[in-house]
C-alpha cells in the first residue's frame, strides 16, 4: 500500500525541500499550556480519572460534561440511508476546546508576526490575534456532547478522545421546516461558546454528488509556499480561486437539491470555523471533511497540508463511497497537491463511481514549488486506464460548464 503513495509522496517531499519546510517549521512554536489554574474538573481526584479514561475514548464509561467555559464544535455533515436498514443515519462530528489560552496570546501572535516580517504597527497583529485562537486553546478530551437533532431527536455526542474529537454515528432525523436540511443545537450551559449548531444534508442513495478540495481548489492557500500558507491562513481575507464560485453555483443548478457537496481538506480541524464562514460565503452548502489532527501546532498545520495527503484523502473518499456507494460522483482539485493521484486511485478503485474528474492548473510556478507538478505526464500517470473524456485540466473555470453538461447527457 505504501509503494502506491510514492509518486505523490516524493513530489510532496520535493516541494518541500525546495520551499524550505523544514525550516519553516523548525522556527514555528508548539504550544503547551504554562500556567495551571486551580480548576476541580482537571486537579480533582475525579479529574485525573477522567483524563485517564479519555484514553479509552467512546468506550470512556465517565465523560466529562460541557462546562460554561468551553468551546464547543459541531461540524456539518452528510445523511445516508443505512443500506441494511434502510432508516437515516450520519457520521456526527463534535470537537471541544477550553475557552482559556494555553499560553500568552501575545507570544503566539508574535511567533506569526516574525515569521511575516510584519513591522510592530501593522494592522495585521488584530486578525492573527483572532486567528490563532483555535491554536492556542486546549483540548478537552473525554467530553460528551448533548445536541438536539431536528427538534426532538436527543443525540449524545463522545466523549471524545486525547485529541477532543468525537466521531459517532448515529440515526438521524429530518425536519419539517426543510426537506433536505436538519439543524442540531448543542445543549450547553450559559458560558459555553464556539459552533453550537450544525446541519445535516440528507442525501438520497442515487443522484449527482460533489466531492471538492479545498486548498488551492477554491480557495487560494498557497499550499507549497510556508509562508504563503501562514498569510493567507492568519493574516490574508480569504479569497476565492477565480471562477470557482461561478463554477460551483452553475453545478449546483444542474443537479437536485439533494445532491450533496463534499469539501475535503488536509487542513487541521482547528481552522474548521475559518473554513465554514468561506464556504457559507462563496460556495453551495456541504460537509467539510478535515483532519484530526495538529491541535496547537502551528509546525502540524504546515506538515498537514503538505504530507500524506493522497492516503489520506483516499480514505476519506472510501468512507464517502460506503456511505453513498450508488450516487455519481464529479471531483475537482488542483495540480498543487495530491488531488490527481487521489482522484485517478478512486476511479480504478471504484469502477463506475466516478463520472469526472476535473483538475485546476495552478500556473503560479514561484508558489507552486517544482514544474513537474504541472507537466502532461504527471497527469497522465495520475489517470492511467482513466479514460480521457473523464478527466480534464484547467486554468479557465469556464471552461468546465461545457464539459460537464456533456458527461451529465452522457449519463441520464
Known sequence: MAA???????????????????????????????????????????GKLGDILSYLGSRNPLPRQVAAD????????TAYKNPQSGQWEAEFVT????????????????????????????????????????????IRPGTQVKALQAGSNL?????????????????????????????????????????????????????????????????????????????????DTPQPCPGMPELYKFIASLIKESSPFFYLSASPYNLYPFLRDFREKHYPHGTIVLRDSSWM????????????????????????????????????????????????????????WVKLILIRKVTDIAALGIEAKNEPERFEKAFKDVPRERWHVFEDAAECKAIIQKMMASES
Open 297 to 352: 501546532s502551528l509546525p502540524g498545520l504546515l506538515s498537514s497540508v503538505t504530507l500524506g495527503t493522497e492516503q489520506y484523502k483516499t480514505d476519506r473518499m472510501t468512507k464517502i463511497h460506503d456511505w453513498l456507494p450508488n450516487r455519481k460522483f464529479m471531483c475537482i482539485g488542483d495540480s498543487t497537491q495530491a488531488d490527481p493521484e487521489s482522484y485517478g486511485k478512486m476511479y480504478r478503485k471504484y469502477p463506475g
Open 95 to 138: 470537537a471541544v476546546l477550553e475557552q482559556e489560552p494555553s499560553c500568552k496570546v501575545v507570544d503566539a501572535v508574535s511567533s506569526i508576526a516574525r515569521k511575516l516580517d510584519l513591522g510592530e504597527n501593522d494592522a495585521s497583529y488584530a486578525t492573527i490575534e483572532e486567528r490563532i485562537q483555535p491554536f492556542i486553546q486546549d
Open 70 to 77: 468551553d468551546t464547543v464544535w459541531m461540524l456539518d455533515n
Open 155 to 235: 443525540l449524545k455526542l463522545g466523549p471524545g478522545g486525547r485529541n477532543g474529537i468525537s466521531s459517532d454515528v448515529k440515526p438521524a432525523e429530518k425536519s419539517g421546516d426543510h426537506p433536505n436540511i436538519a439543524p442540531s443545537f448543542a445543549q450547553v450551559p450559559d458560558g459555553a461558546n464556539g459552533v453550537l449548531m450544525m446541519k445535516t444534508f440528507f442525501a438520497e442513495p442515487e443522484g449527482w454528488s460533489v466531492i471538492s478540495d479545498i486548498d488551492d481548489t477554491i480557495k487560494i492557500t498557497m499550499t507549497s509556499d510556508p509562508i504563503g500558507i501562514l498569510r493567507s491562513t492568519f493574516i
Open 4 to 46: 502506491s503513495f510514492a509518486i505523490s509522496d516524493d513530489m510532496q517531499r520535493r516541494t518541500r525541500k525546495e520551499r524550505g519546510f523544514d525550516k519553516a517549521e523548525a522556527d514555528l512554536p508548539v504550544f503547551t499550556k504554562t500556567t495551571v489554574k486551580p480548576r476541580s474538573s482537571t486537579l480533582s481526584a475525579n
